[in-house]
């Protein structure tokens, strides 16, 4: 049964995730890579060491929740990182969200050093990392995964094992090109539906019942309509992750035409200053080219 | 308060709403369009004459639902049509999916004759027409739309006034671009997982939870993996209901860059045989594309 935690990665996400495990009775250890942990952690008891090297040393698992590929091969494999210390026996979990061919390097590397890996990504944005109720896709060994099962269970709700090395990743990419293409098949329907004179509230209120239904018609298509861009997910960081599945979809030989053409309008949203806003803003690149506003009326 | 509804389109979808409206105590006349009412109408007491003509001097209200475009300018405009019978003071309703612009021509039409007109179209296909669950999106004056509820309520629950003229097929050609484009993101998020080594029947239950969860991720999302791609509704039909969309669209002057993708591929689709397959087949385009199958491994 593992005690104690290293948590790296005290972000938006990172942090109220360890304070979860800190609640559940967990003694979370952490090392400052820009600020400090905040005082309600502080308070909730973690500790902090001088690096990654030593903070793998005294976990039995380890955990990285930080923004990109570079960040996790760094705090992995640099000057003072996770690969350096004490790994015999040891459970190494990436949750970040991150390209899938040096995730199964570091799934390789880490069995070299005795550890067990897991990419475990997660959706659920802040307000899941708040409430404990993230959804976590992982891969690598299913015992491994059954071992991080009392640690995941502290932090999120719909746990599902989904393959061997890199899986997890496959999946939360997946997740981001449903979302992604989704959001612009709601904008390219109310934009038709808006300027064939149709009210596009009341359609999305219609389709809201049948087949047409998802979580994005729900909550982008509302956005649409009632211009409400604040983020949300920003559009810089859902064209990060197109772009990890064009990078494997191009690495692995398959061809994925609606999330190219959904990355392109992500870099025309970009292109017009959009980069900040919601994704649902993705609706702004198909209004420009249509030169017609959903809600505007015919 | 209309008693009389003359019922035009005795097929898969029209059959069991006319017997709803039966069973709802309205007086309900057809006319022989291919082949006579079947037993179970005729013993609820439908009413047979010769032509859509007397059809629409018998009746207070006209319901129309036919395959296509074509067929509605026949039954309405065609010799002994509805537009040749007396319609002062008269509803006019199609329910067929078709053309928007010939929709506001008709509209057009009917005011001349002094019949209201409304288009309102369904979703829900052969089950919601039996189970009367359909839903109806209604375009044209609102006066008349409250005048249709009591008829509309007897064949569906979800019943949505969206707007003037052509308002309700533009809803409808929306709720079918939402539909195909929402397939074809699940088909590319699915083939890619499926390829990066994840187990899609994983990934779409891990899916199903957050923000990338709709009716087709979990209906056409299983019949992709499980390879259940009997109809349902056919590929054939929704080709033509993007048909509709890039010809709206055109008209209207605006770009619907996805709609139009997916419509390719539905005729790539078609190029191979499989125009008579469910929808959730448009999956087998992207899988040519990328000489993957979803489910066969890496």
Redesign the interface.
């Known amino acids: 049964m593992d005690k104690v935690v290293g948590f790296i990665g005290l972000g938006i996400m990172g942090a109220p995730m360890a304070a979860h495990l800190l609640d559940a009775g967990f003694d979370v250890v952490t090392f400052v890579r820009r600020s400090p942990p905040d005082d309600s952690l502080v308070r909730k008891g973690i500790r902090v060491v001088a690096n990654a090297t030593e903070l793998a040393s005294a976990a039995t698992v380890i955990i990285t929740i930080v923004p990109d590929t570079a960040d996790v091969l760094l705090v992995m494999k640099g000057e003072g990182g996770v690969f350096a210390g004490n790994l015999t026996g040891k459970l190494v979990i990436d949750m970040s969200s991150i390209a899938?061919a040096e995730t199964v390097e570091l799934h390789e590397t880490a069995l070299r050093l005795g550890a067990a890996f897991l990419d475990a990504p997660v959706?659920?944005g802040e307000v899941g990392a708040k409430a404990a109720t993230l959804?976590i896709?992982a891969?690598g060994d299913e015992t491994a995964f059954q071992r991080a099962m009392p640690i995941f269970s502290a932090m999120g709700?719909?746990i599902?094992?989904?393959?061997?090395?890199?899986?997890?990743?496959?999946?939360k990419?997946?997740?981001q090109?449903?979302?992604a293409?989704?959001i612009?098949?709601?904008g390219?329907?109310?934009?038709?539906?808006s300027?064939?004179?149709?009210?596009p509230a009341?359609?999305r209120?219609?389709?809201?019942?049948?087949?047409?239904?998802?979580?994005?018609?729900e909550?982008h298509g509302d956005r649409m309509i009632s211009r409400t861009f604040s983020p949300g997910f920003r559009i810089r960081l859902h064209r990060k992750d197109l772009g990890l599945?064009l990078q494997?979809?191009k690495a692995?030989?398959?061809?994925?035409?609606?999330?190219a053409?959904?990355h392109e309008?992500m870099n025309s949203c970009i292109a017009h200053g959009l980069a900040d806003l919601d994704h649902s803003a993705l609706v702004q690149a198909?209004e420009r080219?249509?030169?017609?506003t959903v809600g505007e009326g015919?």
Chains 1, 2 share one sequence.
């Open positions: 899938q959706s659920g959804s896709m891969g709700k719909n599902t094992y989904v393959g061997g090395p890199g899986a997890g990743q496959a999946a990419i997946a997740n090109i449903i979302v293409l989704t612009e098949a709601v390219e329907a109310l934009l038709f539906a300027k064939l004179g149709a009210d009341r359609v209120q219609a389709l809201m019942g049948g087949l047409a239904s998802s979580r994005i018609l909550l599945a494997g979809a692995h030989g398959i061809s994925l035409p609606a999330t053409l959904t309008l198909l080219m249509s030169n017609h015919q």
